[in-house]
């Protein structure tokens, strides 16, 4: 069975970094594409972004040139870095894996404040 750890949120101020951290167990994070998504209070969960088995990598728009997708295969880690963060940016984080069926991690809460 997959399980996905999601680590790293907080508080942050505007124009601060976070890095979030998805551990994975049960499953390599390389075997399957991974994905990043967020939910804000009120709102539709959506996807912040990927990356593939390969390593390729896929932004939202409204993230793209801030935040950056990589993998630690030796640690069986994704990781989300955060930069430049943005009121808009608060959410609960989450990760998952495309397995059959997909798995989830838990979120973590990330809250950018004046």
């Known amino acids: 069975q997959v399980q996905l750890v999601e680590s790293g949120g907080g508080l942050v101020q505007p124009g601060g970094s976070l890095r979030l951290s998805c551990v994975a167990s049960g499953s390599s994070v390389s075997t399957y594409g991974m994905g990043w998504y967020r939910q804000a209070p009120g709102k539709q969960r959506e996807i912040v972004g990927t990356i593939s088995s390969t390593g390729t990598t896929w932004y939202a728009d409204s993230v793209k040139g801030r935040f950056t997708i990589s993998r630690d295969n030796a640690k069986n880690t994704v990781n989300l870095q955060m930069n430049s963060l943005k009121f808009e940016d608060t959410a609960v984080y989450y990760c998952?894996?495309?397995?059959?069926?997909?798995?989830w991690g838990q979120g973590t809460q990330v809250s950018v404040l004046a």
């Open positions: 998952a894996q495309y397995s059959r069926p997909w798995s």
